[in-house]
């Protein structure tokens, strides 16, 4: 796969962005918490089982090539994801907008180290591009799940 170099960029960026201990890699502490904090939310064993997939020196840490492996390994096309987050938001109810509440619910509801809820408001807030403040549209959360896959 081909990519170009603003993909690269955001690639080294969202790396640097969950190294929170500055150093050559990324452990599975550092990854599970970037994937939640990028609206995902893996178990800590899908994390591992992520970076043991791209692991080629078997150190269970990421360095930046393997994360821009993982990366790649991991990209789909707006198509597949959008069909994917549709079946998913099937959980959230039958419309097409979302009140915080129900996202709370939903998101917390997910992987073995749920968000706070000043992180729910934080990326509900991130999520809510028409700023109306209470609703979330499905158009909006298929945009930031596509973004954060790229």
């Not at 969202?14 to 050559?24: E, K, L, Q």
């Not at 997910?110 to 979330?136: H, K, N, S, Y």
């Amino acid at each position: 796969m081909s990519l170009t170099e603003e993909d690269e960029l955001r690639i080294q960026e969202a790396f640097t962005s969950i190294n929170v201990n500055g150093g050559d890699n990324v452990d599975v502490s550092e990854l599970y918490r970037g994937a939640q904090l990028f609206g995902l939310n893996p178990t800590r064993t899908e994390c591992e089982a992520a970076i043991a997939s791209v692991d080629l020196n078997a150190d269970g840490q990421l360095s930046q090539d393997e994360f821009r492996n993982l990366v790649l390994k991991m990209m789909k096309t707006r198509e597949q994801m959008e069909a994917e987050l549709d079946k998913a938001l099937q959980a959230l109810g039958d419309g097409d907008r979302f009140t915080k509440d129900e996202f709370r619910t939903f998101i917390q509801s997910r992987g073995d180290d749920p968000l706070t809820d000043a992180e729910v408001d934080e990326l509900f807030a991130d999520i809510d591009t028409d700023g109306d403040m209470d609703t979330i549209s499905r158009q909006e959360l298929i945009a930031l799940f596509t973004q954060a896959n790229m």
